[in-house]
C-alpha cells in the first residue's frame, strides 16, 4: 500500500522525523554505559543520598561525558543483586546486608556468596529503630512480644537486621500477635490509626518519617538495648552501639539507646580501580558540601567514611585513594 501525501512539506517531515529517530537510537545504541547508582525508594535516606553520591561525581569535569545517575529500588538487598548482575554499576546497602550477601548468608543464601562484592565508602548510621504508639506502655524492645507490630516489606535490608536482634532476644517474628508487612509511609499511618502498637524500621536520624510519626500521633521512640543487644555486639563486628539523641523528636527528650548498621556504597570488583577512585575522590574532597545535601549526612566525619575491612574488602581503587589521603597506612 502507497501512502499519498497531499502536501510535499509533510513527506518530507516525515521522512526526516523517521532519520532522526533512527539517529537516537543509533546513538544509544553506540553510547558508553552509564554510570547508575541504586538507591532506594523515593521518601527514604537512600534515594536523596544517592543522589547526592552522583552529584558529587558529576561535578568532575572529566566526569560528565558519562555521568552518574541515581536510580529507585527496593533497597540493600536487591541493590546488592543489582550490583552482582551488573544491572547497576554501584549501590547503597548496610554493613550487615553486605557481609551476609559476600558470604552467601541470610537473604542471599539461594544466590551463594558473592566474593566478588567491594566497597567503597562508609557513609551514615542506620539506626535500628523501633516507634510505639503514645498510648501502649511499651518502653523496651522486650515489651514488644506479643504486641501488634508494624514492619517493612520482605526485601527491605533492615528486616534481616530485625531478624538478628529478635533471635538474640530468643524470638521469631511469629511470636508478635499481629503482623502488617508495610511500606514506611504505611507503617506511620497504621501507628496513628491504632491498627498497630509499634513499627520497626531502620533509618539514619533525623529523618521525615520518625519526625511525622512523633508530631502526627506523639508516638514515642523505643530503647533497644540490654544483655542480647550486648551479646549481639560482642560477635559482630558490622554492627555498632548507637543512641538517637534526646531532643532530636518532639515529645522524646531522653537520649534512646539502639544498634546501628552503617550504610555503604558498594560495587564489583570487575569495575575498573580508575571508576572506583574516581568516585571516592569526587565524595571525600566535595566532602563539605556533601554533608549539606541530606540531614543523615550533617555528622558525617572524613575519617568514618573509611569502611572496616572486617565487613568485606575494599575496592583496590578506593583503597589507593585513601592511601594517598592518608586515611590509610
Known sequence: ???????????????????????????VALGPTPITLATGTPGGAYHPVGNAICRMFNLVDEHQKVPCVAVSSDGAVENILRVKRGSSTFGLTQTDVAYAAYHGEG?????????????????????????????????????????RIGIGQSGAGYTFTRDVVLGFHGWRISDAERLLELGPAEQNQALCRNEVDAIIFQAGHPNG?????????????????????????????????????GGMYAGNPVDVATIATQGLLVTSSGQPDALAYGMVKAVIENFADFRLLH??????????????????PLHPGAAKFYREAGLLP
Open 1 to 27: 500500500m502507497v501512502m499519498a501525501f497531499k502536501h510535499p512539506w509533510r513527506l518530507v517531515a516525515a521522512m526526516m522525523a523517521g532519520l532522526v529517530a533512527g539517529c537516537m537510537e543509533v546513538a
Open 107 to 147: 537473604p542471599f543464601a539461594r544466590a551463594g556468596p558473592d566474593p566478588g562484592l567491594r566497597m567503597l565508602i562508609a557513609l551514615y548510621p542506620e539506626a535500628f529503630t523501633v516507634v510505639a504508639g503514645a498510648d501502649t506502655t511499651i518502653a523496651d524492645f522486650i515489651d514488644l512480644r506479643g504486641k
Open 209 to 245: 518519617l520518625t519526625q511525622e510519626a512523633v508530631t502526627g500521633c506523639r508516638a514515642r521512640l523505643v530503647r533497644i538495648a540490654g544483655p542480647p543487644i550486648d551479646r549481639l555486639l560482642a560477635q559482630h563486628a558490622y554492627y555498632i552501639a548507637s543512641v538517637i539523641p
Open 295 to 312: 540531614p543523615a549526612l550533617s555528622s558525617l566525619q572524613i575519617k568514618d567514611m573509611v569502611p572496616s575491612q572486617a565487613v568485606i
